[in-house]
Structure formats: C-alpha cells, structure tokens
C-alpha cells in the first residue's frame, strides 16, 4: 500500500479557488448573536475554465482509456438487445446518487412513488431526481450539447412535488447560500461559493467547457461536475443536478449510447473521500476526482454486465416457475415489463401489456402464486407487486459496485 502523496508536494492543474471578502447583513434576524453581528464573509471563486486544460500522467490515461473501453461494451453488446437494462441502471444511480445527499427509501416506496401511489417525502425525492436525471441524458443525447435549459429543466423536475422548493424550482439562485456552518448566515461554514450576480457568468464559462470536443472524456465529466459544485447555483439540489451531468457528457460525448451505469455506487462507497476530492478540486487539484470519477466508471461498468448476465436467468427461472410460458400471451409481455419495470400496480400492467384490468388481475394472481411477485399494500389503491428477484439484483448490484469501489481506492492508498 502507497501513503498518499501530500497536496503541497503535487503541481496544481490550475489555479485554485480565490478568497474574496464580501460585506454581509442578515435579511431576517434569526440565530446567535454571532450570526446576527456577523458583517462579512469570505466567498471563494472558482477559475474560469471555458479554455482551461488540464494535464494528466500517462497512468491516468490508461486508466481512463479502460473504463471508457469498459463502458463501451457495456452499451454495444447489452444497450441494444436488453432496453430494460437501462431503466434498471438509471434508478440505481438515481438511488445511489440519493444516498450522497442522506436520502434514503425502500424499493417498495420508491416504487410507489414512480408510479404516483402514496409514499414518503424521501421515496418522492428519489423519483424525482430520477426523472430529472433522465431528462438531462435524453436532452444531451438528442441534441448533442449540454445546455443550461435543460438543467433548469431538471431542477424544476426534481423539486416540482416539493412543498418548500416548487416555486424556487429552476431558477438560479438570487442570494448567498454555503455549506456547513451556521442555519442563519455563513459563520463557520466549510464552503462557501461565488456571489449570486456571478453565477450566470459562471454558468456560461462551465457550459463552454462542457461542449468542447478536445477534452479527455472522464477529464471534462469530473471538472464539470466539479466545477458546478463550486458554482453552487442553486439553493438546494446541487448535489445530484451536478451528478447528472457526469452522465450528459458522457452521452453528449457518445461514450454511452443506451445505457446510464450507477457510477455514483461508486461515489458512495467512499462519501467523504468524494467530498475531499471536491474539496481537493478548490484547491488547483482536480486529478484526485478524475482517478475516483474513472475507478467508480470501470467498476460500475464490469458489474452491471454481470447484472445484465443475472437478469437472463432471472427470466428462464421465472418461466421454469411458471411452468412454461408462450410467446405473444400476456404472460410473456409482463415478464418483458418486469425486467425493467420490478414494481407494478394492476392499473401500469395493463396499460402497458393491454387487456383489462381484471384479465391483468388474473395474470398477476398467476405470478405470485409463482413466487415472481410479492404484493404489498394492504388497500387496492396502495397495492403494489415487487419482482423481488430483480430488486435484490439492483441491491446485489450496488453492493458489489461499492465493495469492488472500495478495493481499488485501498489499493491506491
């Protein structure tokens, strides 16, 4: 095992973030004295970086090389002829990019939330960003940039069912936020970013670096991601608005064509270190996020083919359970369903395999007798079946990404 080299002894990638004092007065009176006598603060601006370049050694770049090769094949060989695979993929980043923020539900809720049954506040949230997430990919995809509607988009997508943060929702911040510290101003806070009246400029600079072509892939998703951090441009969300991003370069660059890998499994594995390395990043370093932003891709990558692999016995041992299934029946199009839709209500099933809902009632009867689904819910409007196979895949899925994650990080330590 390597000691970690100490940042003083390392080159900068550039120049790292300037303390900037800025006169401060509490809009409302609210907390300790200090808080209210409070008069200044120090803001820290990131660099512009529209044209920066960013050096990086020759491990790096083999590395790199790797994972992308890895991603690759992930998508040729299971994004074509598994589509399900994808929504499974999704929902597991969306859920692992959650879990970063201390957002957590169970399956069954999360489930209950994307379909609109009752669930918590946090099962909502999850739901919501991973809708938002998909529209940011889908809007990079298509269009082939990055652009900031989109991103306002999502934000509006993720805060929309929010009792506190509708009306906030896809709009830049107007006022000074920080993290850490104090509830009522920024005293003590470990970060805090550029003023508001900067943010659009800031925004414009970090979007022209998003759309460049002669960046090194993984490069230019970990600095946007990481400058959108410091950027902070939004009151709440940022955290998992700037992760989808990752994922929009990727597929604006064509690294991804199908498929969206949990990479942030692999951010969770090691939250503080991942919080380091973005600390790291407002220093002049961003190296150490692009090694962690390639080792979470290259695992996240080798896991979900086995993911894809598991799915395809998941399916013959369901229909071995179900005593033999034929094609075009309604049987046959909810095991498809199931595949990339693991939590259903009556009402989902058969407006996507058709039939009425009591046809569709039998067929589900038939699939719990079978042990494919489990129903809870205890009122028929609450109901919802899981395919509990497939749910403890994507869980088996994000644990094997974090163990593995944990592994290489050890092994660089």
């Keep these: 095992?390597?000691?970690?080299?100490?940042?003083?002894?390392?080159?900068?990638?550039?120049?790292?973030?300037?303390?900037?004092?800025?006169?401060?007065?509490?809009?409302?009176?609210?907390g300790p004295k200090a808080d209210r006598e409070l008069r200044e603060i120090v803001?820290?601006?990131?660099?512009?970086?529209?044209?920066?370049?960013?050096?990086?050694?020759?491990?790096?770049?083999?590395?790199?090389?790797?994972?992308?090769?890895?991603?690759?094949?992930?998508?040729?060989?299971?994004?074509?002829?598994l589509g399900a695979l994808d929504q499974l993929l999704l929902r597991t980043e969306s859920v692992s990019s959650s879990k970063i923020e201390n957002i957590e539900a169970g399956f069954d809720d999360y489930g209950r939330a994307l379909h609109g049954v009752r669930a918590n506040a946090s099962a909502v949230s999850m739901a919501s960003a991973t809708r938002a997430l998909a529209e940011v990919i889908a809007d990079a995809g298509t269009t082939g940039s990055l652009r900031q509607e989109a991103m306002l988009s999502a934000h509006r997508e993720l805060f929309r069912l929010h009792p506190d943060m509708r009306e906030k929702s896809g709009f830049t911040r107007t006022v000074q936020n920080w993290i850490g510290g104090s509830d009522y101003s920024p005293r003590g806070a470990l970060f805090v970013p550029p003023p508001p009246d900067?943010?659009?400029?800031?925004?414009?600079?970090?979007?022209?670096?998003?759309?460049?072509?002669?960046?090194?892939?993984?490069?230019?998703?970990?600095?946007?991601?990481?400058?959108?951090?410091?950027?902070?441009?939004?009151?709440?969300?940022?955290?998992?608005?700037?992760?989808?991003?990752?994922?929009?370069?990727?597929?604006?660059?064509?690294?991804?064509?199908?498929?969206?890998?949990?990479?942030?499994?692999?951010?969770?594995a090691h939250r503080d270190r991942y919080f380091d390395a973005?600390?790291?990043?407002?220093?002049?370093y961003a190296r150490p996020l692009v090694g962690m932003l390639t080792n979470a891709t290259l695992v996240a990558s080798h896991e979900s083919r086995r993911t894809a692999t598991n799915l395809h016995e998941i399916g013959r041992d369901w229909e071995e359970a179900l005593g033999g299934v034929r094609n075009g029946s309604a049987e046959k199009r909810l095991l498809r369903l199931l595949v990339a839709e693991p939590l259903v209500t009556t009402a989902m099933v058969a407006e996507?395999?058709?039939?009425?809902?009591?046809?569709?009632?039998?067929?589900?009867?038939r699939f719990e007798e079978a042990g494919v689904l489990t129903r809870s819910g205890r009122r028929q409007?609450?109901?919802?079946?899981?395919?509990?196979?497939?749910?403890?895949?994507?869980?088996?899925?994000?644990?094997?990404?974090?163990?593995v994650t944990r592994g290489y990080d050890a092994d660089r330590d």
């Design 1 to 30: 095992m390597t000691t970690r080299q100490p940042r003083a002894e390392l080159p900068r990638d550039w120049p790292p973030h300037v303390a900037e004092a800025r006169p401060w007065r509490q809009t409302v009176s609210r």
């Design 43 to 81: 803001v820290q601006r990131p660099p512009f970086i529209a044209d920066a370049r960013l050096p990086h050694d020759r491990s790096l770049q083999i590395t790199m090389g790797s994972a992308l090769s890895g991603l690759a094949q992930l998508d040729q060989t299971h994004g074509r002829k």
């Design 198 to 268: 900067t943010v659009t400029g800031y925004l414009d600079d970090l979007f022209a670096f998003a759309n460049r072509d002669d960046v090194p892939i993984l490069v230019q998703a970990a600095v946007v991601h990481a400058q959108f951090e410091s950027i902070h441009p939004f009151i709440d969300g940022n955290g998992r608005i700037g992760r989808t991003l990752i994922h929009a370069v990727l597929r604006r660059r064509r690294a991804t064509r199908h498929l969206t890998v949990p990479i942030a499994s692999g951010l969770v």
């Design 278 to 284: 973005l600390g790291d990043y407002r220093q002049g």
């Design 352 to 365: 996507r395999i058709g039939g009425s809902e009591a046809d569709v009632a039998r067929v589900i009867e």
């Design 381 to 403: 409007r609450d109901r919802i079946w899981s395919a509990t196979a497939i749910l403890d895949e994507l869980q088996d899925l994000t644990v094997r990404i974090e163990s």
